[in-house]
C-alpha cells in the first residue's frame, strides 16, 4: 500500500521510499524515511495534498509524491 491510499486518520509506518533524483531527495528531507510513524490527518476535495502528522510536525505531501513512499 502507498501514503496515497490510506485514510484520514490512519497512522501507518513507512517501509520504503521509491524514485531517484530530486523527487526521492523531497520526500527524504520532510522526514519520510523508513520505521517513522505517519498520520493522515487530512485530505483536500481533489486528492492534493495530503496533510500529515510526522514527528509532531504537520506537512504537505503532493500525491505524487506520496504515490512514492510504501507504509504499512
Known sequence: ????????????????????????????DMGLIHGVEVKVEKIAPLGDPIELTLRGYQ????IADAKNVEVE
Not at 5 to 16: A, D, I, N, P
Open 59 to 62: 506537512l504537505s505531501i503532493r
Open 1 to 28: 500500500m502507498t501514503l496515497d491510499e490510506v485514510r484520514v486518520g490512519s497512522t501507518v509506518r513507512v517501509k520504503k521510499v521509491y524514485g531517484d533524483g530530486p523527487l526521492r531527495r523531497r520526500v527524504m
